[in-house]
């Protein structure tokens, strides 16, 4: 009795896809540029924003999973989903998916009102999206752009922190991007049998796509590094650099994080256009050694440039 109990608990958590969590990290963006991170009340509303998301799109995940439950079947991957496989009753499902929108709007409404507003707009699109949208070529890839492009403005609304309008564009084009390349990977590894979107789609256009974005990516956040001014923190060295090397100060110190976009971007390409894997980009981005390396040392070096200096 105890071990099914445990295997039900064990499908219902599997079913909210807390690996895909990772993409509500962008909501610490607006933070962590602004040089806020170390702000108490700024980080508690990163971390409430941050769990208000996990809990929405774990609800749209749910949702998604009870609409698609008979293509989910047909798919090699998607077939070992708790609903597809049967390990998770569907009334539970939409139990969990209505309970986990209830509790998300609730810590949404108590970080404040503006936050609570894109939090319902984007439970509402995802439910779109899961029942219409994503059936629809092209609508579909904007459509997962599209909420990337929500999460990291709620990160600036939930801590009324702006993010430069260069890194507004690069989560535009990267996620645009990314979800052209999920969408190549499916059609090449099963074909449109198994998503109706797929269907309006040729590979060459799905290249064309991925490969443009990827450029544009790149183009946006170079702009970025060379426009943006550094954020004026007075960090750990400041004060050593102001009396040593006060030329140091003044250089365009973000260029240096275009050398691991520029290999993030290539290793990213490598795994689409020669593996087939961009299918599940959550499990590339926390799976693949080389393109984690480039994504952490990203991160050391913007907190080195923001922090530190």
């Keep these: 009795m105890v071990s099914v109990t445990k295997k039900k608990l064990s499908s219902a958590f599997e079913a909210l896809r807390p690996a895909q969590w990772i993409k509500n990290l962008s909501l610490f963006a607006s933070a962590i540029l602004n040089g806020q991170l170390t702000n108490p009340e700024i980080f508690n509303k990163s971390i409430l924003s941050f769990v208000t998301f996990c ?103 939930a801590t009324g922190y702006h993010l430069p309008v260069w890194i507004m564009l690069t989560v535009i084009f990267l996620s645009l991007f990314i979800a052209s390349g999920k969408r190549r990977s499916e059609l090449y590894n099963t074909g449109t049998k198994t998503r109706t979107a797929l269907e309006g789609y040729g590979k060459n256009l799905l290249n064309f796509y991925t490969t443009m974005f990827g450029v544009c990516t790149l183009i946006a956040y170079a702009m970025f590094t060379f426009l943006e001014e550094p954020i004026r923190f007075e960090g750990l060295i400041h004060s050593f650099l102001l009396d040593n090397f006060p030329g140091a100060l003044n250089r365009k110190w973000y260029m240096i994080t275009l050398i691991p976009v520029i290999f993030g971007i290539m290793r990213y390409g490598q795994i689409i256009f020669e593996m087939q894997e961009g299918e599940r980009p959550e499990r590339v981005i926390a799976t693949d050694i080389p393109l984690l390396m480039s994504v952490l040392i990203w991160g050391l070096l913007m907190i080195a440039i923001v922090y530190v200096i």
């Design 55 to 157: 809990l929405l799109s774990s609800s749209s995940y749910l949702i998604n999973d009870l609409s698609d439950v008979e293509k989910d079947r047909l798919h090699p991957i998607k077939r070992n989903r708790p609903i597809a496989r049967g390990d998770l009753n569907q009334k539970v499902a939409k139990f969990m998916a209505v309970f986990l929108v209830v509790v998300g709007l609730l810590i949404a409404i108590s970080i404040n009102s503006g936050f609570f507003l894109i939090s319902l707009v984007f439970i509402i699109l995802q439910f779109s999206y899961s029942l219409f949208f994503k059936k629809k070529a092209v609508v579909d890839i904007i459509g997962i752009a599209f909420f990337f492009i929500l999460r990291a403005y709620a990160g600036e609304l």
